[in-house]
Structure formats: structure tokens, C-alpha cells
């Protein structure tokens, strides 16, 4: 996070943000999303990255909601992730993350991505790990989406700080389980019990479940082995450049 102990840090933080911003960035990279039926490759999630000895994706972020930069960034990077999803093969969907607080923020980011998703199937994944502090207001921009045909996913089930609120309040399309329970599910009983209940929760109100860190062959056998319909980590694939991506 952010240190708060003088002006000129957060002066510092802000323009190397800034800078990221106004250089069109960050540059995106995309995950494969599989089906666990058979491994064909249904989808990407795109994924943000920074230059290199700044932090992780994750304290960038951080830093730039304390900054005041937080919407700003969060657009950014999901235009730069609709820019270059140009090159993804033709019927594959597209995930992008989006905190709601940016939803509110910039409203006509709503319009873009409503018209992105007239020409290709677009999830927008709501972090879990962010309050929702106006949730009237966001559940009337996920209803916008939703009625330009865009489907709403809740990220990081299972490790962040709404847990079952967001699902519940949100009535997800799409519902990612967190790495932290996938890893090492079959040797956890706790873990298994509860990837299956957020499972036949996906299954009870019309949603589907992606499995994220899936990153062994125990991992992947687990969570085919319950049922899971879509499945996400490095044993399925890296996160990658665009151009390693060819069109059909």
C-alpha cells in the first residue's frame, strides 16, 4: 500500500502512475479460460502489467486508489485490454477486471463496454476484495451491462473481504473461485467441501464456475473431478501477449 508519511512520496507514486496512464498502458496480457469437459480454450481474462521494479499489479492498483488515480488506471487498462483483444481468435470471450467504485466514476466507460460487447462476449469480474460502498448505484450500472448483453462475474470468491454478500447482492453470471482454495484442494477436505458448495451454489442460481490457480495435475484432477464447468492457471496456460494468440 501507499505510505502516507509525506507529501512527496505520494507526489512520486502519483506521477509514475500517471505516466503509465498517459503512455496508453498498462500493457495486457490474456489467460486462456478452459472447459473442463474437454480443455478446449472457451476464453481470456485480460491481465494488467506494470514496469518492472514498481510493485506488483496489485499494489499498483492499491497506490493508485490512494492517489486519486484509481478510476483512472482501472479505465485504462480495460480500453487498452479491449484494443488489443482484436487479435484473440474469433468466439472467444473476453474477461476484464473492474473495481464498481469505476463503474460509478465514469459512466461512459459503461457505453464502451456495452458496445464492445455487441461484437464479442464480455464478463465483467468484480473484485471481491473491494467494498461496495454505493450499492443501489452499482447494481443500476451492472444492469445496464447486463442489458447490453454483458455478463457480470464476482472474482476472488473465497478470499475476499464481501465473501457471500457479493454473491447474493451481485447475482452473478460468472463465479471465479480463488486460488487459495483450488490449491491443494484434493488433499483438503475443507478446501474440496468448499469449492463444491460454491459449486452447486454456481448451479442453483444459472451461473458458472471458474476454478482459477490451477496450476498441477492434482489441481486440475480435483476440479474436474467435483464438476467444475471452466478452469484458469498456469497449467492450462501463462498469461501471454496478444500477439501469441492467433486468430482463427
Known amino acids: 500500500m501507499l505510505p502516507t508519511r509525506d507529501a512527496s512520496h505520494r507526489r512520486h507514486v502519483s506521477r509514475r502512475i500517471r505516466a503509465v496512464i498517459d503512455s496508453g498502458g498498462p500493457t495486457i496480457v490474456f489467460q486462456p479460460i478452459v472447459r473442463a469437459v474437454d480443455g478446449a480454450i472457451e476464453g481470456y481474462e485480460a491481465l494488467s502489467r506494470f514496469p518492472e521494479g514498481g510493485g506488483t499489479t496489485e499494489s499498483w492498483f492499491a497506490d493508485a486508489v490512494c492517489c486519486g488515480l484509481g478510476a483512472a488506471l482501472d479505465t485504462s487498462a480495460v480500453m487498452n485490454a479491449l484494443k488489443e483483444s482484436a487479435q484473440l481468435p474469433h468466439g472467444s470471450f473476453l474477461a476484464v477486471n473492474l473495481c464498481a467504485a469505476t463503474l460509478l466514476a465514469d459512466f461512459s466507460l459503461v457505453g464502451h463496454l456495452v458496445e464492445f460487447g455487441q461484437k464479442r462476449h464480455l464478463i465483467v469480474e468484480i ?65 474440496m467441501v468448499v469449492a463444491e458448495l460454491i459449486l452447486e451454489f454456481a448451479r442453483k442460481t444459472g451461473a458458472r464456475c471458474v476454478f482459477e490457480g490451477i496450476e498441477t495435475d492434482e489441481d486440475l484432477d480435483a476440479a474436474t473431478s467435483i464438476g467444475a464447468d471452466l478452469l484458469q492457471g498456469y497449467r492450462l496456460g501463462r498469461p501471454a501477449a496478444m500477439h501469441q494468440f492467433t486468430r482463427d
Open 127 to 191: 473484485t471481491e476484495h473491494a467494498t461496495i460502498d454505493d450499492e443501489v448505484g452499482v447494481l443500476a450500472v451492472l444492469a445496464e451491462l447486463r442489458r447490453g448483453g454483458v455478463d457480470i462475474a464476482v472474482d476472488d470468491v473465497g478470499s475476499g473481504y464481501a465473501g457471500l454478500r457479493h454473491l447474493v447482492l451481485l447475482e452473478p453470471d460468472v463465479i471465479k473461485l480463488d486460488a487459495f482454495v483450488v490449491h491443494g484442494m484434493r488433499e483438503n477436505r475443507i478446501k
